[in-house]
């Protein structure tokens, strides 16, 4: 069975960078979708990031582009997402989700909770001066 853990959250200033990891367990990586979300106070769970198991699409949300970096280890099964230039809208629960590569209308755009079946328990990223 499938087991996600996230983890290198923590608090950071504006402008500071932190690397997000997602680690897998139980299951090889290599047939699946990893999606990286977050949740602020107050808000709904909202698609960051996805990339496909072979690195073929790689999708992020208007606002994190040019800022976040998605990538995956599928040899280590791990997946990262590198976070520059942090904002205080970046504040949240991060999590990250597995879904099967084989959903056409996974990772086509900013990603969707639907085809993400899996999840782990999050990492709290706090960005605050």
């Known amino acids: 069975q499938l087991r996600l853990v996230e983890s290198g959250g923590g608090q950071v200033q504006p402008g500071g960078s932190l690397r997000l990891s997602c680690a897998a367990s139980?299951?090889?990586?290599?047939?699946?979708?990893i999606g990286w979300f977050r949740q602020a106070p107050g808000k709904e769970r909202e698609g960051v990031s996805c990339?496909?198991?072979?690195?073929?699409?790689?999708q992020y949300a208007d606002s994190v582009k040019g800022r976040f970096t998605i990538s995956r280890d599928n040899a280590k099964n791990m997946v990262y997402l590198q976070m520059n230039s942090l904002k205080f809208e970046d504040t949240g629960v991060y999590y990250c989700?597995?879904?099967?590569?084989?959903?056409?209308?996974?990772?086509?755009?900013?990603?969707?909770?639907?085809?993400?079946?899996?999840w782990g328990p999050g990492t709290q990223v706090t960005v605050a001066s």
């Open positions: 989700g597995a879904g099967w590569d084989r959903y056409l209308d996974i990772c086509t755009g900013v990603p969707r909770e639907g085809p993400y079946g899996d």
């Open positions: 139980g299951f090889p990586l290599d047939t699946l979708t």
């Open positions: 990339i496909t198991s072979t690195k073929s699409r790689i």
